[in-house]
């Protein structure tokens, strides 16, 4: 059998490339190998006899105009090239409480993203994670305003990228759920909590602030907007264990 994963260079892709590769045809498929799902460039030859498209890839920029182009055209481009391919499943990795998040740019795009998939009449599985333990530098970074991470008043679950990935892995391998499911990490932490212990490890001076008013990525939240409401999954790796082994502290 053969898999096409669309982003397969990047954080998740390379993982499941990895896990995959000893027992399957596995293409990884990126701009830097020369599959570029947005210009369609070496998409058709890509998917040619596959029979699972995984897609992880996720847009350059965050603007709003740019990361709305990003996920509508190289999804409508990856559906149509997935028809013509024949593909059997198709399997996206999306963001729990996407549709809770649509004041946000980037979340209205990622739901875009999912509708396409959704309609395009392929067998699928729509895969929402919550956030990855390798995201909180940009979580900080991302609420910084005036030199302090202001972080709103709400949980987040977030999970090893490791774990995503071997969850991916399985789902891709076997029968199309044809539906959306939902993973997450073993315990909800609060945000500020969780970036102030990332901050600390990285002994970076950044104070954080905790503002219930504070936006996350351009949204208001709740308390558990960022939380799964229903997972499949949930990870038994812990942040604490995660974060205290120094290849992780970088």
């Known amino acids: 059998m053969k898999l096409v994963i669309i982003g397969g260079t990047g954080l998740i892709g390379s993982q499941v490339t990895k896990k995959l590769s000893d ?27 596959a029979s699972v498209v995984m897609d992880v890839s996720n847009s350059p920029s965050f603007a709003d105009d740019d990361v709305m ?82 972080l709103p008043d709400a949980f987040s679950q977030p999970v090893a990228s490791a774990e995503v990935a071997s969850f991916m892995a399985e789902k891709a391998t076997g029968e199309p759920a044809n539906a959306t499911l939902e993973i997450g990490g073993p315990e909800r932490i609060a945000i500020d909590a969780w970036i102030r212990q990332y901050l600390k490890m990285m002994n970076s001076p950044l104070e954080v602030v905790t503002d219930a008013n504070a936006l996350y990525s351009g ?17 038994s790796i812990k942040y604490n264990e995660w974060i205290s082994k120094p290849e992780n502290q970088r």
Do not use: W
């Open 23 to 49: 027992r399957y045809e596995v293409l990884a498929a990126s701009p830097q190998t020369g599959v570029n799902t947005l210009t369609k460039e070496g998409l058709d030859e890509a998917l040619k006899d």
């Open 69 to 150: 182009n990003f996920f509508k055209t190289s999804t409508e481009n990856l559906v149509a090239a997935s028809k013509k391919a024949g593909i059997k499943h198709l399997i996206i990795l999306s963001v729990a409480g996407t549709s809770r998040l649509q004041a946000s740019g980037y979340f209205r795009a990622k739901q875009v993203q999912e509708d396409l998939v959704k309609a395009s009449g392929i067998p699928y599985t729509i895969v929402q994670a919550t956030q990855f333990f390798e995201f909180a530098g940009g979580i900080a970074y991302m609420g910084t305003v005036d030199g302090k991470a202001v």
């Open 219 to 235: 949204a208001a939240i709740g308390q558990t907007t960022l939380t799964p409401d229903n997972p499949v999954f949930l990870g």
